[in-house]
């Protein structure tokens, strides 16, 4: 936890928060913070700065906070991803969040198991646990959105067209050319499908919706490697 994440209900006076439970146990046992110790704070879809610890003991922690900083900037990217079995989409979620993405469509395709959609980890509660993990990790504080679309047709065919608009829109998938069409500026929508890509229906589908294909080369990469690779080229140096 690079970062503690506030509330709005964790105020209890205008430059005063009151901390409990999990953050309270980091702060105590991970950080060891006393009385006048520092700490690098950010307001949930607000801003950063520091908060100096006033008081602590083993039920809460209060700190006064200045919150004077904005958050990185975003990854020019929306990330269109075929759902990955539920352990890796956790990791993914935290990785994605952790590298800038606010936009991420959670898709289905013809090798995304069936099960995988029944998984707790979709649960929208669970969802935010892993994305708030991704956001301490990076010292960021903006939320992503994660939008689920369960069937692949209606949502390429109606609403894909209109999240496209105005980006470069990629599909990545073995046995294409290479990774040329990247460019790291240019606002993209990226879309990377289970272990083994798209299958060819899939692939005509995106490209009838305008996306152009490319490959990382020869090796099949599990999906959260993929993931990593493709957005930290889109990083600013």
Same mark, same amino acid.
């Given at each position: 936890?690079?970062?503690? %994440? @506030?509330?709005?209900?964790?105020?209890? +006076?205008?430059? $005063? #928060?009151?901390?409990?439970?999990?953050? *309270?146990?980091?702060?105590?046992?991970?950080?060891?913070?006393?009385?006048?110790?520092?700490?690098?704070?950010?307001?949930?879809?607000?801003?950063?700065?520091?908060?100096?610890?006033?008081?602590?003991?083993?039920?809460?922690?209060?700190?006064?906070?200045?919150?004077?900083?904005?958050?990185?900037?975003?990854?020019?990217?929306?990330? %269109? @991803?075929?759902?990955?079995?539920?352990? +890796?989409?956790? $990791? #993914?979620?935290?990785?994605?969040?952790? *590298?800038?993405?606010?936009?991420?469509?959670?898709?289905?395709?013809?090798?995304?198991?069936?099960?995988?959609?029944?998984?707790?980890?979709?649960?929208?509660?669970?969802?935010?646990?892993?994305?708030?993990?991704?956001?301490?990790?990076?010292?960021?504080?903006?939320?992503?959105?994660?939008?689920?679309?369960?069937?692949?047709?209606?949502?390429?065919?109606?609403?894909?067209?209109?999240?496209?608009?105005?980006?470069?829109?990629?599909?990545?998938?073995?046995?294409?050319?290479?990774?040329?069409?990247?460019?790291?500026?240019?606002?993209?929508?990226?879309?990377?499908?289970?272990?083994?890509?798209?299958?060819?229906?899939?692939?005509?589908?995106?490209?009838?919706?305008?996306?152009?294909?490319?490959?990382?080369?020869?090796?099949?990469?599990?999906?959260?490697?993929?993931?990593?690779?493709?957005?930290?080229?889109?990083?600013?140096?």
């Amino acid at each position: 936890m690079n970062l503690i %994440l @506030l509330n709005d209900n964790d105020f209890i +006076a205008e430059y $005063r #928060v009151r901390l409990t439970g999990r953050r *309270l146990e980091h702060i105590r046992t991970v950080l060891r913070a006393d009385v006048d110790t520092q700490l690098r704070v950010g307001l949930l879809n607000g801003k950063l700065g520091n908060g100096l610890v006033e008081q602590i003991d083993s039920e809460f922690i209060e700190l006064t906070v200045s919150l004077t900083e904005a958050p990185p900037e975003k990854l020019p990217v929306t990330l %269109l @991803l075929a759902l990955p079995r539920p352990k +890796a989409l956790k $990791r #993914v979620l935290q990785s994605v969040t952790s *590298l800038g993405v606010k936009q991420i469509y959670l898709i289905n395709s013809y090798r995304v198991e069936k099960s995988f959609w029944a998984s707790p980890t979709l649960k929208p509660e669970n969802l935010h646990e892993q994305l708030l993990l991704g956001l301490e990790q990076a010292r960021d504080t903006i939320l992503p959105e994660v939008h689920i679309r369960k069937l692949f047709k209606p949502f390429v065919e109606d609403e894909l067209p209109g999240i496209c608009e105005g980006s470069k829109a990629l599909v990545a998938h073995p046995s294409s050319k290479l990774n040329s069409e990247l460019e790291p500026n240019h606002p993209t929508t990226l879309a990377i499908g289970p272990e083994g890509g798209f299958i060819p229906y899939e692939i005509e589908k995106l490209e009838a919706s305008g996306f152009t294909t490319f490959s990382l080369g020869e090796r099949i990469l599990r999906v959260e490697t993929a993931v990593s690779v493709l957005l930290s080229q889109f990083l600013p140096l």
